[in-house]
């Protein structure tokens, strides 16, 4: 099974700041990962598919990059709305895995 | 689209349930759907995927030979019938739909299961 490793777990930011979460393969997944959004007791939501496609209504303060085994989500400038955890996914190769998450907090 | 979750509840260790999504917005014999289960404060988890036509079927290792998928294309449903239960399995079930790239395009509200005596 691929293995995805987020960091940092959690991450302490102020409304306008630059924020990158990263995430690691463990094998080779090409561009096949996925970042999720999800608010408390909320559904996770789609944000970006093969590693740098945005999905429709999603800001574009909002971007993604990466491939092969790393990857990075940035959110460019921080609005209070983005507070929440984020998770990527390979989508490479059954069983399907995701990372541990990413807590973004405010500061 | 909507999905639509329903069938969760509370069930003793060794019991069995079936969960339900409903689809509606979509042509639902098109795609392929996920359950992702996430524990109380955990992570997500992928636990299972159907492809459109029902032909083929995914399982994580932890639910497999448990945890069955299916899909009535003709009533729109997709369900997930849960058995041999363990506490390890208590968490929201969440059904989603694929786009043809392996992830959940789409999900719907969840549905709780609690395995507890």
């Known amino acids: 099974d691929i293995q995805m490793t987020q960091s940092p777990s959690s991450v302490s930011a102020s409304v306008g700041d630059r924020v990158t979460i990263t995430c690691q393969a463990s094998?080779?997944?090409?561009?096949?990962l996925a970042w999720y959004q999800q608010k408390p007791g909320k559904a996770p939501r789609l944000l970006i598919q093969?590693?740098?496609t945005l999905q429709s209504g999603v800001p574009s303060r909002f971007s993604g990059s990466g491939s092969g085994t790393h990857f990075t989500l940035t959110v460019s400038s921080l609005q209070p709305e983005d507070f929440a955890t984020y998770y990527c996914?390979?989508?490479?190769?059954?069983?399907?895995?995701f990372g541990g998450g990413t807590k973004v907090e405010i500061k | 689209v909507d999905l639509v979750e329903s069938g969760g509840g509370v069930v003793q260790p060794g019991g069995s349930l079936r969960l339900s999504c409903a689809a509606s917005g979509f042509p639902f014999s098109t795609y392929g759907m996920h359950w992702v289960r996430q524990a109380p404060g955990k992570g997500l988890e992928w636990v299972a995927f159907i492809r459109y036509d029902g032909t083929k079927e995914y399982n994580a290792d932890s639910v497999k030979g448990r945890f069955t998928i299916s899909r009535d294309n003709s009533k729109n449903t997709l369900y997930l019938q849960l058995n041999s239960l363990t506490t390890e399995d208590t968490a929201m079930y969440y059904c989603a739909k694929d786009d043809f790239g392996n992830h959940g395009e789409s999900w719907g509200q969840g549905a709780q299961v609690t395995v507890s005596s």
């Open positions: 093969t590693a740098s």
């Open positions: 996914q390979q989508a490479d190769s059954f069983p399907l895995t």
């Open positions: 094998q080779d997944v090409n561009t096949w």
